[in-house]
């Protein structure tokens, strides 16, 4: 266990020079093979969500730098942590960064429905934009995943809302077709 800690704290530090090196031949190629099998991107996040993460972000760099300034003076990490109301871990990371340590991107991860994918590929190009069809037509042919996977892969594939989707304001509680209540 002190040897686990003493690598994490070492890698914490030199998190940043490690980034910035190269990525080695044996590394691409694995990464390009990966590509070819799995070509499923990752999903964009939505405006939303990419806030929340950026005020995330600006929350920890704050901390970060509280606990930088606090652990120059002279305060002991366990003291910095319960003033915070961060673990001591999170204390002690922060402390002996070099550089704020950014957290990890996420990455595309094999998922059941890359096996299908090909076949997705092909019933959207005929024509075939929904999630429950193309769910039921994979069924058929083994996938033992969700209706949600499959829905989320073609959220990802369109470029304009499903012609099933609810269009804003397009009727309200309680109207009727004259527009009388």
């Known amino acids: 266990m002190n040897f686990r800690e003493a690598l994490e704290r070492l890698l914490t530090r030199r998190q940043a020079h490690l980034c910035a090196l190269p990525p080695s031949q044996e590394l691409k190629d694995h990464l390009a093979q990966r590509q070819q099998q799995h070509p499923r991107p990752l999903r964009q996040p939505s405006a939303k969500q990419a806030a929340t993460g950026q005020a995330g972000r600006a929350r920890r760099y704050a901390g970060y730098e509280q606990v930088r300034a606090l652990h120059q003076i002279g305060l002991p990490l366990t003291q910095i942590a319960k003033r915070l109301g961060i673990s001591w871990t999170t204390a002690r990371n922060f402390a002996y960064a070099d550089t704020f340590p950014e957290r990890a991107a996420t990455k595309a991860r094999a998922s059941q429905i890359d096996r299908y994918v090909a076949y997705h590929d092909q019933r959207w190009t005929e024509g075939c934009t929904s999630a429950s069809q193309l769910w039921r037509e994979v069924q058929e042919r083994g996938y033992t995943g969700t209706r949600k996977q499959v829905a989320r892969w073609a959220e990802h594939q369109r470029t304009k809302p499903a012609a099933t989707a ?10 009727t077709e004259g527009g009388k209540v």
């Open 166 to 175: 609810p269009t804003k304001g397009a009727m309200t509680r309680g109207a």
